[in-house]
């Protein structure tokens, strides 16, 4: 059976270095079984990778942004990894909760956030299975056009 990394190399994606804090806070903090994400954004090789409103003239469109969240699972996953050291750890993807900041007449947030959850499905397997919000919000930290929260449950 693949391993979740070995699972992220078949879709030519590896575990990226944590992002670091933009403020005051961790990227993420396990309490007994479970590990929080702090928020993730769509950063890769230490860049904001879009900004703006989904769904307004100047920000990404459904499909872009769809992209931004699975960035930001995967971001969400390195912070994981860094608390637990091994991604096999991981017993369970518990929760994931999902910002898009929309231009007021977009409704496809949910759409959007399918980006972590997808990824997050392929690389933990049935472990990736979880309980899920998608919201829409006015602003995001650096004008991100998304973000992403993960709870995992985790095996000692």
Known sequence: MATVEERLAELGLT???VVPPVAAYV?????GNLVFTSGQLPMKDGAMSATGKVGSA????????????????LNAIAA???VVGDLEKVTQVVKVVGF?????SFTG????????????????GDRGKHARSAV???ALPLDAAVEVEVVVAVAD
Request: aromatic share 2%; hydrophobic share 45%.
């Open 100 to 104: 898009v900041a929309s231009d007021p």
């Open 136 to 138: 829409g919000v006015a």
């Open 58 to 73: 100047d920000g990404p469109d459904a499909d872009a942004a769809k992209e931004l969240a699975a960035l930001c699972a």
């Open 15 to 17: 575990v990226p270095e």
């Open 109 to 124: 947030q949910p759409g959007v956030i399918n980006g972590a959850s997808e990824l997050l499905g392929t690389a933990f």
């Open 27 to 31: 990227p993420a903090l396990r309490n």
């Open 80 to 82: 994981i990894k860094s």
